[in-house]
Protein backbone atom coordinates (compact mmCIF):
# COMPACT_ATOMS: atom_id res chain seq x y z
CA UNK A 1 0.00 0.00 0.00
CA UNK A 2 1.41 3.35 -1.11
CA UNK A 3 -0.35 5.15 0.67
CA UNK A 4 -2.23 7.32 -2.13
CA UNK A 5 -5.95 6.85 -2.10
CA UNK A 6 -7.77 6.91 -5.25
CA UNK A 7 -11.39 7.00 -5.53
CA UNK A 8 -13.86 5.06 -7.75
CA UNK A 9 -11.41 2.19 -8.45
CA UNK A 10 -13.56 1.67 -11.37
CA UNK A 11 -16.28 3.13 -13.39
CA UNK A 12 -18.44 2.46 -16.46
CA UNK A 13 -19.60 5.69 -17.81
CA UNK A 14 -21.22 6.88 -21.32
CA UNK A 15 -20.42 8.84 -24.28
CA UNK A 16 -20.15 12.32 -23.77
CA UNK A 17 -20.91 12.10 -19.84
CA UNK A 18 -18.28 13.78 -17.20
CA UNK A 19 -16.92 11.79 -14.06
CA UNK A 20 -14.43 12.95 -11.43
CA UNK A 21 -12.00 10.85 -10.40
CA UNK A 22 -10.48 11.88 -6.46
CA UNK A 23 -7.37 11.00 -5.04
CA UNK A 24 -5.73 11.95 -1.46
CA UNK A 25 -1.92 12.24 -1.19
CA UNK A 26 0.29 10.05 0.90
CA UNK A 27 0.59 12.41 4.38
CA UNK A 28 2.24 14.66 4.30
CA UNK A 29 3.21 14.79 0.27
CA UNK A 30 2.66 17.91 -1.22
CA UNK A 31 2.88 17.03 -4.78
CA UNK A 32 0.46 15.83 -6.78
CA UNK A 33 0.42 13.95 -9.95
CA UNK A 34 -1.77 12.78 -12.64
CA UNK A 35 -1.35 9.95 -15.17
CA UNK A 36 -3.18 8.28 -17.67
CA UNK A 37 -1.89 4.87 -18.89
CA UNK A 38 -3.73 3.31 -22.01
CA UNK A 39 -3.15 0.04 -23.66
CA UNK A 40 -1.66 1.43 -27.08
CA UNK A 41 -0.05 4.33 -24.99
CA UNK A 42 1.67 3.65 -21.60
CA UNK A 43 1.78 5.76 -19.12
CA UNK A 44 1.61 9.66 -19.68
CA UNK A 45 1.74 12.40 -17.77
CA UNK A 46 -1.29 15.15 -17.62
CA UNK A 47 -0.89 17.12 -14.68
CA UNK A 48 0.79 18.52 -11.72
CA UNK A 49 0.14 20.62 -8.77
CA UNK A 50 1.77 21.59 -5.90
CA UNK A 51 0.43 22.77 -2.47
CA UNK A 52 -2.83 23.78 -4.39
CA UNK A 53 -1.02 25.08 -7.54
CA UNK A 54 -0.56 23.99 -10.97
CA UNK A 55 3.00 23.17 -11.59
CA UNK A 56 3.34 21.73 -14.76
CA UNK A 57 1.12 20.55 -17.67
CA UNK A 58 1.75 17.29 -19.92
CA UNK A 59 -1.12 16.05 -22.86
CA UNK A 60 -3.74 16.70 -20.76
CA UNK A 61 -6.99 17.18 -22.99
CA UNK A 62 -8.68 20.59 -23.08
CA UNK A 63 -11.83 18.68 -22.23
CA UNK A 64 -10.01 17.18 -18.90
CA UNK A 65 -9.14 19.51 -15.34
CA UNK A 66 -7.50 18.78 -12.37
CA UNK A 67 -7.48 20.64 -9.34
CA UNK A 68 -5.72 20.60 -5.43
CA UNK A 69 -7.54 21.57 -2.81
CA UNK A 70 -6.18 22.98 0.50
CA UNK A 71 -6.16 19.81 2.25
CA UNK A 72 -4.20 18.57 -0.83
CA UNK A 73 -6.36 16.17 -2.09
CA UNK A 74 -7.10 16.44 -5.69
CA UNK A 75 -9.71 15.45 -8.35
CA UNK A 76 -9.26 15.35 -12.54
CA UNK A 77 -12.51 15.86 -14.11
CA UNK A 78 -12.91 14.33 -17.64
CA UNK A 79 -15.87 15.78 -19.44
CA UNK A 80 -17.27 14.69 -22.61
CA UNK A 81 -16.38 11.58 -22.79
CA UNK A 82 -15.40 9.73 -25.69
CA UNK A 83 -14.21 5.84 -26.73
CA UNK A 84 -10.51 6.61 -26.64
CA UNK A 85 -10.63 8.11 -22.89
CA UNK A 86 -11.19 4.68 -21.52
CA UNK A 87 -7.70 4.02 -19.51
CA UNK A 88 -6.34 3.61 -16.09
CA UNK A 89 -5.70 6.92 -14.59
CA UNK A 90 -2.94 7.10 -11.75
CA UNK A 91 -2.80 9.38 -9.18
CA UNK A 92 0.99 9.60 -7.89
CA UNK A 93 1.94 11.95 -5.08
CA UNK A 94 5.66 13.27 -3.79
CA UNK A 95 6.97 15.15 -0.50
CA UNK A 96 7.98 18.08 -2.91
CA UNK A 97 10.14 18.89 -6.00
CA UNK A 98 12.94 18.20 -5.33
CA UNK A 99 14.45 15.47 -7.80
CA UNK A 100 14.61 12.14 -6.43
CA UNK A 101 11.82 12.20 -4.08
CA UNK A 102 10.51 8.86 -4.30
CA UNK A 103 6.83 9.47 -6.56
CA UNK A 104 4.49 7.01 -5.17
CA UNK A 105 1.36 5.93 -7.29
CA UNK A 106 -2.19 5.40 -6.13
CA UNK A 107 -3.97 2.06 -7.49
CA UNK A 108 -5.74 3.41 -10.29
CA UNK A 109 -8.96 4.62 -11.13
CA UNK A 110 -10.57 2.14 -13.98
CA UNK A 111 -12.84 4.52 -16.66
CA UNK A 112 -14.35 2.32 -19.52
CA UNK A 113 -16.50 4.77 -21.51
CA UNK A 114 -19.10 2.11 -23.62
CA UNK B 1 7.74 8.13 -24.47
CA UNK B 2 9.70 11.28 -24.67
CA UNK B 3 12.93 8.74 -26.31
CA UNK B 4 12.63 5.95 -23.59
CA UNK B 5 13.64 2.94 -25.26
CA UNK B 6 13.41 -0.39 -23.59
CA UNK B 7 12.70 -4.11 -25.05
CA UNK B 8 9.32 -4.51 -25.04
CA UNK B 9 9.67 -8.47 -24.02
CA UNK B 10 12.64 -10.90 -22.02
CA UNK B 11 12.19 -14.04 -20.80
CA UNK B 12 14.28 -15.93 -18.10
CA UNK B 13 14.03 -19.19 -15.81
CA UNK B 14 13.76 -19.17 -12.02
CA UNK B 15 17.04 -18.55 -10.45
CA UNK B 16 19.10 -16.87 -13.48
CA UNK B 17 19.81 -13.11 -13.48
CA UNK B 18 18.07 -10.88 -16.68
CA UNK B 19 19.07 -6.78 -17.18
CA UNK B 20 16.64 -4.67 -18.78
CA UNK B 21 18.03 -1.72 -20.37
CA UNK B 22 16.61 1.46 -21.16
CA UNK B 23 18.47 4.64 -23.30
CA UNK B 24 16.84 8.17 -22.74
CA UNK B 25 17.58 11.24 -24.34
CA UNK B 26 19.97 13.11 -22.08
CA UNK B 27 19.17 16.67 -22.31
CA UNK B 28 17.19 18.73 -19.38
CA UNK B 29 17.87 15.22 -17.24
CA UNK B 30 17.50 15.07 -13.22
CA UNK B 31 17.66 11.44 -12.45
CA UNK B 32 16.11 8.20 -13.85
CA UNK B 33 13.37 5.71 -12.27
CA UNK B 34 12.62 2.26 -12.15
CA UNK B 35 9.29 0.83 -11.77
CA UNK B 36 7.56 -2.74 -11.46
CA UNK B 37 4.03 -2.57 -12.83
CA UNK B 38 2.26 -5.97 -12.68
CA UNK B 39 -1.20 -6.15 -15.04
CA UNK B 40 -3.97 -3.49 -13.38
CA UNK B 41 -2.14 -2.84 -10.31
CA UNK B 42 -0.07 0.61 -9.69
CA UNK B 43 3.40 0.70 -10.66
CA UNK B 44 5.66 0.58 -7.72
CA UNK B 45 8.71 2.16 -6.81
CA UNK B 46 12.01 0.22 -7.29
CA UNK B 47 14.81 2.35 -7.80
CA UNK B 48 15.95 5.84 -8.15
CA UNK B 49 19.91 6.42 -9.78
CA UNK B 50 21.06 10.31 -10.18
CA UNK B 51 24.88 9.83 -10.16
CA UNK B 52 26.80 7.33 -12.35
CA UNK B 53 27.16 3.89 -11.02
CA UNK B 54 25.38 0.99 -9.41
CA UNK B 55 22.95 1.00 -6.95
CA UNK B 56 22.24 -1.91 -4.94
CA UNK B 57 18.88 -2.57 -3.70
CA UNK B 58 19.00 -6.81 -2.72
CA UNK B 59 17.96 -8.85 -5.71
CA UNK B 60 17.86 -5.21 -7.73
CA UNK B 61 20.39 -3.22 -8.77
CA UNK B 62 20.11 -0.57 -11.44
CA UNK B 63 23.07 1.18 -12.79
CA UNK B 64 23.28 4.60 -14.62
CA UNK B 65 25.80 5.99 -17.44
CA UNK B 66 24.75 9.42 -17.96
CA UNK B 67 27.20 10.57 -20.20
CA UNK B 68 25.62 7.73 -22.45
CA UNK B 69 22.01 8.44 -21.58
CA UNK B 70 21.73 4.82 -20.63
CA UNK B 71 20.46 2.75 -17.41
CA UNK B 72 20.33 -0.99 -16.68
CA UNK B 73 18.03 -2.90 -14.20
CA UNK B 74 19.40 -6.18 -12.90
CA UNK B 75 17.30 -8.84 -11.33
CA UNK B 76 18.95 -11.81 -9.85
CA UNK B 77 18.19 -15.35 -8.38
CA UNK B 78 14.82 -14.76 -10.39
CA UNK B 79 10.91 -15.54 -9.06
CA UNK B 80 7.77 -16.35 -10.52
CA UNK B 81 6.62 -13.11 -8.60
CA UNK B 82 9.55 -11.16 -10.59
CA UNK B 83 7.22 -11.69 -13.55
CA UNK B 84 5.92 -8.35 -14.67
CA UNK B 85 6.56 -4.75 -16.49
CA UNK B 86 9.46 -2.86 -15.54
CA UNK B 87 8.77 0.55 -16.72
CA UNK B 88 11.84 2.79 -17.03
CA UNK B 89 11.14 6.39 -16.27
CA UNK B 90 13.17 10.04 -16.82
CA UNK B 91 12.81 12.54 -14.75
CA UNK B 92 13.50 15.87 -16.97
CA UNK B 93 13.01 19.56 -17.31
CA UNK B 94 12.83 22.09 -15.21
CA UNK B 95 9.89 20.72 -13.79
CA UNK B 96 11.09 18.23 -11.36
CA UNK B 97 9.34 14.88 -10.56
CA UNK B 98 7.48 15.04 -14.33
CA UNK B 99 8.24 11.58 -15.42
CA UNK B 100 8.78 10.40 -18.87
CA UNK B 101 7.99 6.65 -18.85
CA UNK B 102 9.20 3.90 -21.54
CA UNK B 103 6.49 1.71 -22.86
CA UNK B 104 7.60 -1.07 -20.53
CA UNK B 105 9.92 -4.42 -20.37
CA UNK B 106 7.30 -7.36 -20.03
CA UNK B 107 9.43 -10.29 -17.85
CA UNK B 108 8.24 -13.65 -18.17
CA UNK B 109 10.01 -15.92 -15.48
CA UNK B 110 9.76 -19.82 -16.24
CA UNK B 111 9.68 -22.56 -13.51
Known amino acids: DSGVTQTPKHLITATGQRVTLRCSPR?????VYWYQQSLDQGLQFLIQYYNGEERAKGNILERFSAQQFPDLHSELNLSSLELGDSALYFC?????????????FGEGSWLTVV | GQNIDQPTEMTATEGAIVQINCTYQ??????LFWYQQHAGEAPTFLSYNVLDGLEEKGRFSSFLSRSKGYSYLLLKELQMKDSASYLCASDRGSTLGRLYFGRGTQLTVWP
Open chain 2, 26 to 31: TSGFNG
Open chain 1, 92 to 104: ASSVDLISGNTIY
Open chain 1, 27 to 31: SGDLS
